[in-house]
């Protein structure tokens, strides 16, 4: 390029500088690593470690024959969102399909969120919220957990949309239904958003019930974590019928394909394959817990499918560091001076030998 034409382009940039200015300023969400390396043992980013349910390649199979490509989806999901009422006691009207639970609050964020507005989280918590609050051009209020209980004290009452993870990541802590009802009251009528990603792996029923009760109350639900679909991409939200109809119209017109409508489908009504994969989670969960303890680390009590781990004020960033030198990747996470690892309960196998490489390192 000759002088003249680098001169140009320094002068003329084009379509980046007319991105928004909250977009240039933000630095965005960063998903967790995702290496192709089949030697890695992969605990960082809460992936089931166990594969779905047969039920769902016989699904996919299906949906792959005659002319079911060739044609659009279901726009509503409806074979879903049928199966999920009839699974979860609920009225199907009521269920909202997206692309990941992260469409999921992107679609609310968008419908409730104007720009120069507020949205309300915990901290620390799912770094998702920010961004999302980011891209809207609104204000984010990180709430500080009160023994990792929301704080409904210093919650800002005139919050236009509040997230509250539950179980909550990265700590798997969970808060009671009490507390939320506090907070569903100190913030209405704006909608309190109750996160249930991780909700299968804990010992409650959730909240899904609560829906019709509480009217300004939306859960929203993944089938990446307990469903092992997170390489499909499918998660939904439960609110009333009428405010689910609002939603749809700020929702892309086919957001979920066919073979993750077929995925999911399948996923959600096979419940023996369901409770099977759970109960073997959960149990590796409970003898990981201390013996990550024996090897030096806090760890919190946890009802979701990782364990949130500490050493005080020691660093762990080098431990992070050399498990993956070692081909183990974990989460480090770093709120503010405040980190740790965030580990994913593996398969019996792969909880072996990240806690024999833990015992080496350490």
Known sequence: MSDKADRLAATRSGALDAIRANVRAMRGYVPGEQL???????????????????????????????????????????????????????DPESILIGNGSDDILTILTRAFVPEGGLIASPTPSYVLYRSLAEIQGARFAAVPFADWQPDVTAWPREANLSFVPNPNSPSGTLAGPILLMKLRDAVHPHPLVIDEAYADFADSPGHVG??????????????????????????????????????????????????SLAAATAAIEDRDYFRGVRAKILATRERMRPALAALGFEVTPSRANFLWCRRGDRPVKPIYEELKRRKILVRYMDYDGYDGLRITVGTDAEVDRLLSELKAIL
């Open 36 to 90: 192709n390396d089949p030697g890695i043992v992969k605990l960082n980013t809460n992936e089931n470690p166990y594969p779905p349910s047969p039920r769902v390649f016989e699904a996919v199979r299906a949906a792959l024959t005659g002319d079911k490509l060739r044609k659009y989806p279901q726009p509503l999901g409806d074979d879903f969102r049928r199966a999920a009422g009839r699974v979860l006691n609920v």
């Open 210 to 259: 609560f829906v019709n009760n509480w009217d300004n109350l939306i859960v929203t639900r993944t089938l990446s974590k307990s469903y092992s679909l997170a390489g499909v991409r499918f998660g939904f939200a439960l609110a009333r019928p009428e405010v689910v109809r609002e939603l749809v119209k700020v929702k892309d017109s086919y957001n979920c394909d066919v073979l």
